[in-house]
C-alpha cells in the first residue's frame, strides 16, 4: 500500500507535512506527490492499493486512523471527481500523480520521449515543430515560442542560454510554482530541448525567493537529472546542457525579462529598453531565450505527443491548452488546464461554483496585478489571447481572482496604483510617478472630487502609452476596468450615501 | 512607528572571505552572494560592503544600489520570527486586509516593523502563490493558508 500526502506548498500551507507524519508514524510509506491542483481539497490524500488510487479530500491528522480503518468515506478516484475529470492535462498530465522526484516514475509516465526526439530531430527540426505546434508565451506575453527559439538559434555567438522566468509574481496565478513541485522533470526537460534547440548549452532558472518549496524540489530535481545523465551530457548524445536556480530576491518587477536579466546579473533589477531583444543580446550581452516556466514544461508533451496533437486543441490563434487558476473568494479553487476557449463564466460558475462567501460575484480579475477586471457583463468571453484583448483586458499568466460585491472597485484601483509605486523599477516617468499621482488621484475621488475623474484616465493614458514595460504600461488596465465598469464605486455620492 | 534594533557594532564578518570566494566562479555572482551573506548573518552588514565591492570590482555605491533595490535584503537584523503577511488581491478577496490590520494591531507594530522585544518582524509580501487557499501568510519560511490573525500570533508567540 502507498500513500501520497502532496508536498505542495498549498498543501503544506493547510497541514499536509503533519498528515504526512501521521501515516509514517503508522507504518505506512509515504509518496510527497504533487498537488493535484485541487486546492480547496488539500490536503488530498490518496490510497494505493493494487494499482487503484482512492482519494480523501481536506486530510487532518484526525482522519488519519479512520482512513486506514476504513471508516473514513473517500472521494473516489481523483480522475471522476468533476473538477478533474473536465479538464485536458497535458502540461500537467503528471502533476501530483507520480513522485516528482522519482526520475523513473517520470520516464514510466512519459517522460524523456519528447528529450529522446528531439535529440533525434536536430536544431532545425526542433525549432519547426515547435513553431507549429503555435505554443505562445505562457508568462503572458502570449509571442509565439517557436520564433523566439528561432531568432536564437539563428543569432550568432558562441555561447547561449536558456532562462527560465519561474519569478511567478501575478497575484492568483500558482501554475509554475504546482509545476516546479509537483513535476520539475518536466521542466528541465523542457529547457534541455530548448538548448539543444538553439545551441545553448547553459540554463538558468530564476525563482523567486517566495517559492522556498519549489527552490527545494527543483534543485534536488537538477541534481537527480545531473546524476542520471539527463543534464551535463544530454541522455549521452553529443549535447552539453545544465541548470543551474537562481534566487529572486523580492522584486516583482524582475519578471519583466529584461529586469531579470539585468537581476540576473547581479545588478538592480531595471527594466532594459529594446531593442535590442534578449534573444540576440540578453544575459551578458549573448544570445538568450527567456521563456517562462509553463511555456518550457509544455515543451516535453509537445514532443512526446507531436506539433499537430498539442495544436488540435485550442482556439484560433490560441492553440494548446493553458492551466488556469482560479483563486480568490471561490468555492472551488485550483489548477485547472484546459482548451482555451471556455468562457470567462463557465469558470467561474461551473468550475469554481461561485463564491466561497455563497454572495454574488461582482468582479473577476484575470491575468495578474496587471489585468483587467471583468464584470459578469463581460462573462461570455472565451479564454483566449485574442478574446480577452478585445475586451480591453489580458489574459496574462492565466490568474482568475474571483471578488464577491463586497469588494471596493475604488479600493483595488487604488491598491493596483500603489503596487505598482512599490515595485517600479524607477527607470521611467510615468511608472515612477504616474503610480505616485495616481494614488493620490484616486484618494481625491474617494473624498468626494470628481473632477479628478478625467484627471485620472488622463494618467492612465500616459502610463499605458509611455511606460517602457508591462508594469508601468498595464497597470491602467486593472484601473481603467474598475472605473468603466463600476461608476458608482466611484461616485461621489458613495461616501454621502455611507 | 517602531524604532528599528540598532544593529550590532561589530558582527562577526571573519567568514565574509569565505562566501565571496565561493561564489567568484558564478555568472552574476552578485545576488547568489547577497543571499548567502543574508542567510549567515540575518542582514547584510554594511562592514561587509567593502570587501564585496572589491572583489566584483563595482563601487560601494553601486553595491548599495543593488541591496536597496530588492524588498529581500536587509541593513539590520530582524526579529527572531519574521511573518510575512500577503497584501496581494486574491488574499484581499478574502479578507487578508482586515487580516492584516488585526494582526498589526495586535503587535502593536507597523509594516516592516519590529517587537521592541525582537520577537518577531512583520513585513508585506506580494503573493505567496497559496491564492486558492488564501489569505496566506509566511513564517519563517513556512506557508500557512486560510490563516487568522490569532493563527498568526500563535506562530510567533516564543
Known amino acids: 500500500m502507498n500513500v501520497y500526502v502532496p508536498r505542495d506548498a498549498a498543501a503544506k500551507a493547510l497541514g499536509s507535512d503533519a498528515v504526512a507524519a501521521a501515516f509514517e508514524a503508522a507504518g505506512h510509506t509515504v509518496i510527497r506527490n504533487g498537488s493535484r491542483g485541487m486546492i480547496w481539497l488539500e490536503p488530498l490524500v490518496e490510497i494505493e492499493e493494487n494499482g487503484v488510487r482512492r482519494a480523501y479530500g481536506s486530510v487532518g491528522v484526525a482522519d488519519v486512523p479512520g482512513i486506514l480503518d476504513g471508516s473514513v468515506k473517500s472521494l473516489g478516484a481523483v480522475e471522476d471527481i468533476p473538477f478533474f ?8 498530465q503528471r502533476c501530483g500523480l507520480i513522485d516528482p522526484l522519482s526520475l523513473s516514475d517520470y520516464e514510466a509516465h512519459g517522460g524523456l520521449t519528447g528529450l529522446r526526439r528531439a535529440i533525434e530531430m536536430g536544431d532545425e527540426a526542433i525549432v519547426e515543430e515547435l513553431k507549429e ?114 534566487v529572486g530576491a523580492g522584486a516583482y518587477v524582475c519578471g519583466e525579462e529584461t529586469s531579470l536579466l539585468n537581476s ?40 512526446e505527443k507531436g506539433a499537430a496533437h498539442y495544436a488540435g486543441f485550442g482556439l484560433g490563434r490560441s492553440k494548446g491548452t493553458m492551466p488556469v487558476q482560479i483563486a480568490g473568494n471561490v468555492k472551488h479553487g485550483g489548477l485547472f488546464e484546459t482548451a482555451f476557449g471556455m468562457p470567462l463564466g463557465e469558470l467561474v460558475g461551473d468550475i469554481a461554483g461561485g463564491t466561497a462567501s455563497g454572495r454574488p460575484v461582482k468582479a473577476v480579475q484575470v491575468g495578474g496585478p496587471l489585468g483587467a477586471y471583468f464584470a459578469p457583463a463581460k462573462f461570455g468571453t472565451p479564454f483566449a489571447y485574442e478574446d480577452f484583448d ?57 473624498e468626494g472630487d470628481a473632477g479628478a475623474v478625467p484627471l485620472l484616465v488622463d494618467l492612465c493614458e500616459t502610463m499605458k502609452d509611455g511606460s517602457l514595460c508591462a508594469l508601468g504600461g498595464f497597470t491602467p488596465f486593472p484601473v481603467m476596468s474598475a472605473l468603466e465598469q463600476f461608476p458608482e464605486d466611484f461616485a461621489p455620492a458613495r461616501e454621502a450615501a455611507e | 512607528m517602531t524604532p528599528k534594533a540598532a544593529p550590532p557594532p561589530d558582527p562577526d564578518l571573519s567568514d565574509l572571505r569565505g562566501i565571496i570566494d565561493a561564489h567568484l566562479h558564478l555568472e552574476g555572482p552578485l545576488l547568489p552572494m547577497l543571499h548567502a551573506i543574508q542567510a549567515a548573518h540575518g542582514y547584510v552588514p554594511a562592514g561587509a560592503h567593502g570587501a564585496i565591492a572589491e572583489a566584483l570590482n563595482i563601487t560601494k555605491a553601486e553595491l548599495h544600489g543593488v ?11 530582524a526579529g527572531r520570527h519574521v511573518l510575512k503577511i500577503c497584501r496581494a488581491e486574491a488574499c484581499q478577496s478574502v479578507g487578508a486586509t482586515a487580516l492584516s490590520e488585526k494582526t498589526l494591531a495586535l503587535l502593536g507594530l507597523d509594516w516592516h516593523g519590529t ?12 503573493c505567496l502563490g497559496l491564492c ?23 506562530e510567533v508567540a516564543q
Open chain 1, 264 to 303: 540576473l546579473e547581479g545588478k538592480r533589477g531595471v527594466v532594459r529598453a529594446k531593442p535590442p531583444l534578449p534573444a540576440l543580446e540578453g544575459f551578458l550581452g549573448r544570445p538568450t531565450v527567456v521563456n517562462n516556466v509553463i511555456s518550457l514544461a509544455t515543451v516535453p508533451v509537445i514532443f
Open chain 2, 115 to 126: 517587537t521592541p522585544d525582537g520577537r518577531v518582524t512583520v513585513e508585506p509580501v506580494y
Open chain 1, 85 to 92: 475529470a473536465r479538464q485536458t492535462r497535458l502540461t500537467f
Open chain 2, 132 to 154: 486558492a487557499c488564501a489569505p496566506a501568510a509566511m513564517v519563517d519560511g513556512r506557508v500557512m493558508g486560510r490563516v487568522t490573525p490569532e493563527a498568526l500570533l500563535a
Open chain 1, 133 to 246: 505546434s503555435g505554443l505562445r508565451g505562457r508568462g503572458g506575453a502570449g509571442f509565439p515560442t517557436g520564433i523566439k527559439w528561432d531568432t536564437v538559434r539563428r543569432a550568432p555567438g558562441p555561447r547561449k542560454y536558456i532562462v527560465c522566468n519561474a519569478d511567478e509574481g501575478d497575484s492568483g496565478t500558482f501554475a509554475d510554482r504546482m509545476i516546479m513541485e509537483g513535476d520539475p522533470f518536466s521542466l528541465i526537460e523542457g529547457m534541455a530541448i530548448a538548448g539543444i534547440g538553439v545551441g545553448a548549452s547553459k540554463g538558468y532558472i530564476y525563482l523567486r525567493s517566495e517559492y522556498p518549496d519549489a527552490i527545494e524540489v527543483m534543485n534536488a530535481a537538477i541534481e537527480i537529472a545531473r546524476e542520471n545523465s539527463v543534464l551535463g551530457r544530454v541522455l549521452g548524445a553529443s549535447h552539453e546542457f545544465d541548470i543551474e536556480v537562481r
Open chain 2, 67 to 77: 541591496i536597496s533595490f530588492y524588498h529581500d535584503f536587509r541593513d539590520a537584523p
Open chain 1, 390 to 446: 478585445g475586451q480591453g483586458g489580458l489574459i496574462g499568466h492565466a490568474g482568475v481572482v474571483v471578488f464577491d460585491d463586497s469588494a471596493d472597485m475604488l479600493g483595488m484601483a487604488r491598491f493596483a496604483m500603489e503596487f505598482c509605486a512599490i515595485e517600479s523599477c524607477g527607470k521611467c516617468t510615468p511608472c515612477r510617478i504616474g503610480a505616485v499621482r495616481g494614488v493620490e488621484t484616486i484618494d481625491r475621488i474617494r
